[in-house]
Structure formats: C-alpha cells, structure tokens
C-alpha cells in the first residue's frame, strides 16, 4: 500500500505563508502592470504559483514578436541623423511603448540655481520613466537632493557617479525598482589640474539591467579649444575602450590628454556588448569657420552649418562614434553664449558659435530593442551658463513582447519564494 506523506501544520501555514507573499507582490505590481495594459491571472498548479497574462494576450504577443523578428534590420557605420517627432510632448503618451526616457546634458559653468534645475526637467514629468542628467562644471552642492525634489515622491535614485564637477545622475519611477538589477557605476579622469577648477575632464557611467536589456549611460567632457580635434577622438577612444572594462590595465593620460603607453584591448568592448548605449556630455567638438560666416548659417542655413561640424565630419571618416544614432542638429549652436543674454560671446576672443553639447545613442541589439528620438533640442530658457542644456525624449519599443519578460521575470520571483518554503 502507497504510504502518503503527511504535511505537518508547520508545513501547511508556510506553504500559505509563501502564497500570500506571492499574491501580495502581484497586488504591488498590479500599479505598474495597468500602465502597459496588462492582465494578471493567478494559477497554483501542483504546488506551483505561476503568473499568467489572459490567454489572448499571450498569443497575441508571441504572433507579434514572430513577425517582428523577421524583419531586416540595418545599424549605422557611422552616425545617423534621425527624424525628430514629439510624443513624449504630448498629453497622453503612447503606451505601445515601453520606456520613455527624459535625457538632458548641461555645463553648468560653475554655477546652480534652483529654478534653473527645475526648468532642466521640463514639464509633464509623469511622462517619463526615466530621468538621465549629465553636468559639467557643476558647482559644489547636493544636486542629487534638488533633482529628487523636483521630480517629486514618484522617482526614486537609480544611481549616481560623480568625479569632483563631472556628474551623471539617474532617476526612475518607483514602480520600476523591482526590475532594475546589476547596478554599476564607472569613472575615467583624464589629466591636467582641470579638477582643480571645477573643470574635470574624463567620463562617468552608469550601466544596469533592465528586465531583460542592458544599458549603459555615460556623461563626459572632452579637451576644449577648436584645434584639439586628435585629442578629442584619442579621449572618446580611450573612454570606449575602457569603460567598465575591469579586465586590462587602463591607459594612462597625460596633461595634453594623450595616452603614455599602448594597452592591449580586449574586445568585445562593454559598449559592444551593452544592448543600448547612451552618450552624452560637452563632446567639445566645435563649428569650423570664421565668426562671420558661422554667424550668417545660424541665422539662414543650419543643415549647412553642419558640414562645418567637427564632430560630424570624424563621424563620416570612421574615427568616432560607429553605429550611433543622434536626433538633428536643428537648434542653434548651444556654445559659447554671454551670460543671461540671447548673445554669442561677445569679448576679446569672439569664440565661434558650437555645437559643443551633444546626446547620441547605440543599439547593439536590434533584436531586442528598438528607439527613436521623439525631441532633440536646446533649453533656450536657462541662461545661467555660457553653455544652453541640450535635451532628448528618446522613445524605446522592446521587440521581446515586454509583458514576457515581466512574467518570466515575477514568475521566477514568486517561484523560488514558494520553492524555497517547501
């Protein structure tokens, strides 16, 4: 005769215990789940919890990702200008997307005003899932606290990385904290007494995962003045060479910004590996041409003017930048402006109007994940610094129907809470 094994009362209450924990953290996610639309039915099958979308859904998605997977994709050699839209501007967003990012870059100069922080973040902030704030020259103060302040109790810090006055910041909607996981932060300086002055030169970065993507931002101010251009792309090398690189020796720099001594790369690099990556900073790469004649394109042929852009021109050659996308340059140059006007600089040196601050982005996997820019534009509002803040929505579809991926990611959670009660 088969003996049946006997569950003890102690058995019984934690194998409850483990479903009311499961079920509860169904009722949190429940918040987010409604944003994208999704619907949650709960089976216990052979003393397994598992989280299901309605059955619908789940063909429907699964027929969805087929078809999607099928399609050819083709990644930029060097940097492609894409078509600028604006519906994060909107009041409703499209919810067929799946993450909608607010990404600002701005050189303080040295100086911070609360107001100027609160303009930094535009309007309608709901609308985001996340928040990207990359500052140069910024002063000394808790801008963290002023950030979160502004953004209010919905956001919370992803994380933070910071070198003396280079700084990057990320901040998410709360809801989103279950799903963000391997959290690291990355500096690399770059030489000269330039952090002596409030003016640290070199890169930070912030890479996490995201269900099941990962992405890496990185904020860096490169070497100024307009003749500094192999300087410029030996700094961007060096930077994507090494970043969250744990595995080799970084190069070191010398106060020209030089490297001293060759290292041998490994490749795949991690901006390779990364399934998106998002650059932003005072790149520094300026406008060629005479004051005069750059004057006369800002004010009748912009698309012109970018011919001129350095930046662009070692993008097309293959030196910087392969494969990155970045919204058009329809904005006036944001360097170098007198302080509190509308005026370019206006003293001795008269600098030539530049394109100094730039946001670009990378898919490394089409397959996963798909973006487009929905506003790429200057913050024509904040005059506080010889630089105006750069911005973009940048608007990303993941093509793994997103709702697998929660359900892959809550079911395992809920899975191994019960499991590990038995």
Known sequence: MTTVPQITCTQRRLKLACLYIATYIMNVSDFFMAELGIRWSIAVKADV?????????????????????TKHIIVPDTIDFVEKRKLCEEETVDRGSDLCMYIVTWNMNGK???????KLLGRKRENFDFYVVGLQEAPHGDIASLIQKALGHDYSKVSIAIIQSLQLYIFGKKYWDPLIRDVRVDKIRSGGLGGVVRRQK????????????????????????????????????????TIFSDSQKRMQINPLGFPKKETKVITPTSLETSDMVVWLGDLNYRVEGSRKSVAFLINQNLQQLQ????????????EIFHGFCEGP??????????????????????RVPSWTDRILYKINSPAIMKAHVEEYDCIESIKGSDHRPVKVHLYIKFRRPLMHALNEQLSHTAYSL?????
């Open 49 to 69: 919890l598992m989280v299901l979308p309605k059955d619908k859904e789940r063909k429907k998605s699964r027929r969805d990702y087929r078809e999607k997977k």
């Open 112 to 118: 911070v005003a609360c107001h100027d922080l609160v």
């Open 202 to 241: 070199g890169a930070v970065a912030i890479s996490f995962h995201f269900i099941h993507a990962s992405f890496i931002f990185i904020s860096c101010h490169l070497a100024p003045h307009e003749n500094n251009v192999e300087e410029r792309n030996s700094q961007y090398q060096r930077i994507s060479q």
């Open 307 to 318: 011919a001129k852009d350095q930046l662009s021109r070692e993008a097309k050659k293959g």
């Open 329 to 350: 340059l329809s904005f006036r140059p944001t360097y170098k402006y007198d302080i509190g006007t509308d005026n370019y600089d206006t003293s001795a040196k008269r």
């Open 418 to 422: 019960f499991k590990n009660c038995m």
